[in-house]
């Protein structure tokens, strides 16, 4: 608990002394590590009592609240389950940040994290925490209730092109070419694979702190389940065609040469 005050501690004492803290916008997209980015900023900024951290959630309808969104507009930290129209709306005088996730990764994950659930109040991982306990893992993915696509069909490209939630068809060229748009406004785009190697490079570009003796490694439950594999999962073109977009994102991502740190990719 001590290793979690004491950036939150330095951070008060600095403002004490007039420092002005930078504000930070996260887009979180669901299963991409923003659990860890919740506890770093909160760890140092302070918790959403305080009012200068928010999480904001497009299912549970803060993300269009305009209560909500005033105060996220003053907090120093904005986080939560959004799209870019969010972030827009939010973000104007922040630092702005995204993770992306490798696709077939980030489906199999969310199948075995949502068999685990037990009680949420969350609509979407309800709704997948029913599907993920009567469905296979093929069956899952190809889920055409509202909700649950939402949160599977190609949800990194919908997210980043302006809305993952409520689902739309959308032309795929569109939302493409906006989610890529879109993803070079940012200042920095992660990517999962290297989020923990990643953190002291957020601290610098943030002006936090890193807590002490934290590790920040995505991990899935029933990691070891047995499921198809990659390979099998990208022949079939009904299963392809829900990751066929974040697929194309995240080349672009993972491909992209580093410029100073290789484990952030800047985009800004």
């Not at 120093?76 to 940040?97: C, K, N, P, Q, S």
């Not at 029933?222 to 594999?229: F, Q, T, V």
Request: include cysteine; aromatic fraction near 8%; charged fraction near 25%.
């Amino acid at each position: 608990m001590l290793e979690r005050s004491w950036p939150r501690v330095l951070f008060c004492l600095e403002r004490l002394a007039g420092r002005r803290a930078q504000r930070v916008v996260f887009l979180h997209i669901p299963k991409c590590g923003g659990s860890s980015i919740n506890y770093h900023f909160k760890s140092n900024f302070g918790s959403q009592r305080s009012g200068r951290s928010i999480l904001l959630d497009s299912m549970k309808g803060s993300a269009f609240d305009a209560d909500a969104l005033t105060r996220a507009r003053r907090a120093l930290y904005v986080g939560g389950h959004v799209g870019f129209e969010t972030i827009e709306a939010v973000g104007d005088d922040a630092i702005r940040f995204t993770i992306v996730r490798e696709p077939f990764s980030r489906m199999r994950s969310l199948y075995l994290y949502s068999r685990t659930i037990t009680q949420t109040d969350h609509p979407g991982f309800a709704c997948l925490a029913r599907a993920a306990k009567r469905l296979d893992f093929v069956d899952f993915c190809l889920n055409d209730d509202p909700e649950a696509r939402a949160m599977l069909d190609n949800a990194q490209a919908r997210a980043l092109a302006g809305a993952y939630y409520p689902y739309r068809e959308r032309d795929p060229d569109q939302t493409l070419r906006a989610a890529r748009r879109n993803m070079e406004a940012l200042d920095f785009v992660l990517d999962l694979h290297r989020l923990s190697a990643a953190f002291p490079c957020i601290a610098r570009r943030t002006g936090t702190r890193v807590v002490p003796g934290k590790t920040h490694v995505n991990s899935t439950v029933g990691g070891d389940a047995p499921l198809m594999s990659r390979v099998e999962f990208l022949r079939a073109p009904e299963l392809k065609a829900r990751i066929a977009l974040d697929l194309e994102l995240y080349r672009g991502v993972s491909n992209r040469p580093a410029r100073s740190v290789p484990q952030v990719t800047a985009v800004g």
